[in-house]
């Protein structure tokens, strides 16, 4: 779930930079070359129906949840990957996510 001030913030951003598609792309970048902090605040939000928004996204967070040692910031990094993957695959992500193996 997106809160109001914070899709209103991602729209502005998105508008400012050429479309939430530009975001994702810098955010799958930043990710690639191991900056999931900044990545992480680029993926997005902008675009909540767009599927091409939310595939970027849900690597970015993969991606993040991979390289993080707490099981809270594990479990909250795949979460945000498993959203995504919802409007991608609709809701049986929450499932795969949660019985799939530990890497």
């Not at 809160?3 to 792309?25: H, T």
């Amino acid at each position: 779930m997106i809160w109001p001030r914070c899709a209103a913030l991602a729209a502005e951003l998105a508008a400012l930079s050429g479309g939430a598609q530009v975001l994702a792309d810098r955010a799958l970048e930043l990710s690639r070359a191991g900056e999931h902090r900044l990545a992480c605040h680029l993926a997005g939000d902008a675009a909540p129906e767009d599927r091409a928004v939310h595939t970027a996204r849900a690597e970015v967070y993969a991606l993040r949840a991979a390289h993080e040692r707490s099981t809270m910031s594990i479990g909250i990094f795949s979460w945000a990957e498993a959203e995504s993957r919802d409007v991608l695959t609709g809701p049986d992500a929450m499932t795969e996510l949660a019985t799939r193996p530990a890497t």
